[in-house]
């Protein structure tokens, strides 16, 4: 069992009167791999900068340990941050960049018994430890370099190096990858984690890009508006998403008005669909959310719902179709090919359907219409309008 490590109690920020953190509670364990995710301006960077010591919070604390360090400076906390936007020092090599921090580090001397006298680093032990991380990294034989004979990825990794040398407790890194083209990125989210694993220690971690969190993460806390939304490990964030905003920014989500008629009973368009979750009051309005790739396709006759498609995009593993359900579009990822027009019958598996409470964010989310209008205009084909007035859904 991995102990605590850090902890965020009731943490609020503001900037000129303005909230941008609102309440965060949170802990991070020790060796875990954490991410903070959500859109632009929801508040990841302070988060992040409240912890590095670089920030300090309205009001609130950050434990460290047990310990409240709110009054810590940064460089005495066994915290190390890498920015997006690393500067390597472009006159020194690969080597000396990484030894830069433990040339500067001073240490108490072992040989003065009152523990007074401060000494370098010895030469010997910076060789090693700075080898140690160039193996770390992969990057052996590239002591002699300087950076701008380095691919970004390489820059990249010599500055989660510089970062690393020092042995902290826990590495804050703020969308490290986002200056890399996309085949780097995917190359350096591996890599990262990995290198995480062998180091053994604390990774703070902020993105915007979903995919790059569900691939690497221990434990995600999706953000909005300055608030923690829901905390939880990929697995749960994507099947048991708690609202409206976490289902709609983690993958594609179809998100339906329901009711919940009882325990393991939804009802969608009227009608009533066997599910898994219970927990709610005896016809609770809900959200329901399915994801694209749980609906099946079938005749009308045989379908729980009809509709029809408005559009086919062929996206090589499978086609993305969108289905208009009484003027409610869904978006349905199959391998089976099904003409722009046709009526179609669907069937949702009980584990397919998810049932969220009703929140701030319910019918902000998760119709495919304005994706649909975008192909409209593309493909200037108008279906019959009346094949959805028809209301005939079986
Ligand atoms: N020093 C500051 N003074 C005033 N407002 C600030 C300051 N720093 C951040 N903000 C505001 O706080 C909010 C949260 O900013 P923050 O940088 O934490 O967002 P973010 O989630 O990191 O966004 P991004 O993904 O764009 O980096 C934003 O509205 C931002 O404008
Ligand atoms: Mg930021």
New binding site residues.
């Given amino acids: 069992m991995s102990k605590e490590l850090i902890r965020l109690r009731n943490l609020c ?1 503001a ?2 009167d ?1 909230p ?2 609102n309440n965060i509670n949170l802990y991070i364990n020790d060796k875990e791999f954490l991410t ?1 995710l ?12 409240i912890i590095g010591g670089f ?1 300090t919070p309205t009001s609130g604390d950050v434990l460290f340990d047990g310990v409240r360090i709110n009054d810590v400076p940064p460089y005495r906390r066994k915290i190390n941050t890498v920015f997006q936007k690393y500067a390597l020092f472009p006159h020194l090599n690969v080597f000396e960049n990484i030894a830069f921090g433990l040339r500067m580090q001073r240490r108490s001397d072992s040989a003065d018994p009152a523990g007074k006298k401060q000494v370098r680093i010895p030469e010997s032990e910076i060789q090693e430890r700075v080898m140690e991380m160039l193996e770390i990294i992969s990057l052996k034989g590239f002591e002699h370099r300087k950076p701008d004979a380095l691919s970004g990825g390489q820059q990249q990794r010599v500055a989660i190096a510089r970062a690393l040398v020092n042995r902290p407790k826990v590495l804050l890194l ?2 490290p990858l986002g200056a890399l083209d996309l085949k780097l990125r995917k190359d350096m989210q591996i890599e990262l984690k990995r290198i995480q694993q062998q180091v053994g220690i604390t990774f703070i971690y ?1 993105t ?1 890009d979903q995919e790059e969190a569900l691939t690497m993460s221990d434990t995600i806390v999706v ?1 909005d508006k ?1 608030s923690i939304q829901q905390i939880g490990t990929p697995e749960d964030i994507y099947n048991e998403p708690k609202n409206a905003f976490v289902a709609d920014f983690i993958g594609e989500s179809n998100i339906i008005d329901g009711l919940m008629v009882r325990d393991n009973l939804v009802q969608m368009y009227g009608k009533q669909f066997p599910c898994l979750d219970g927990g709610f009051a005896d016809n609770e309005p809900v959200d329901v959310v399915i994801r694209p790739e749980d609906i099946d396709i079938v005749s009308v006759e045989q379908g729980q719902l009809a509709g029809t498609v408005t559009n086919v995009t062929f996206k090589g593993m499978q086609y993305d179709i969108i289905v208009d359900f009484r003027g409610f579009k869904w978006l349905i990822q199959t391998t089976d090919h099904c003409p722009v027009g046709a009526r179609i019958g669907i069937k949702i598996d009980p584990d397919g359907i998810h049932v969220m409470k009703k929140s701030s964010y319910s019918g902000m989310f998760g119709d495919y219409s304005s994706f649909s209008e975008e192909y409209d205009e593309l493909d200037d084909a108008s279906i019959g309008s009346d094949e959805e007035e028809r209301g005939d859904e079986t």
């Avoid at 959500?38 to 988060?47: D, F, H, L, M, N």
């Fill in positions: 920020m900037f000129d303005d941008v953190l903070l959500g859109p632009s301006g929801c508040g990841k960077t302070t988060t992040l900068r920030t703020d969308e902020v915007h953000m300055g």
